[in-house]
């Protein structure tokens, strides 16, 4: 069972920064798109950013310009680079894979702004 493991959340000030990772516990094959979509509380997950397998990224409005996401379809790591973090960006952020043999979720990790 394969399983995605994120590390890097916490508690940062407004304006501050924070690098999200994800990391599979095993291979995945035929990857398709890799990201990170969060969940802010009393609200529903919303998509933050995607990377497809040949490059391409996507953004939510909200982040653009100031959120990165990067990966790596060989090792199955996929990245979040947050700057300029606002109160508003508070939320647990799952990383996912999706793959030919399906989806993939990380368990989940909060972080957390302050004002």
């Known amino acids: 069972q394969v399983q995605l493991v994120e590390s890097g959340g916490g508690l940062v000030q407004a304006g501050g920064s924070l690098r999200l990772s994800c990391a599979a516990s095993?291979?995945?094959?035929?990857?398709?798109?890799m990201g990170w979509y969060r969940q802010p509380p009393g609200k529903q997950r919303e998509m933050v950013a995607v990377i497809a397998s040949g490059g391409s990224t996507t953004y939510a409005d909200s982040v653009k310009g100031r959120f990165a996401v990067s990966g790596d379809n060989a090792k199955i790591t996929v990245y979040l680079q947050m700057n300029s973090l606002k109160p508003e960006d508070t939320a647990v952020y799952y990383c996912?894979?999706?793959?030919?043999?399906?989806?993939?979720w990380g368990q989940g990790t909060q972080v957390t702004v302050s004002s």
């Open positions: 996912f894979v999706r793959s030919r043999a399906g989806t993939y």
């Open positions: 095993a291979s995945i094959f035929s990857v398709y798109t």
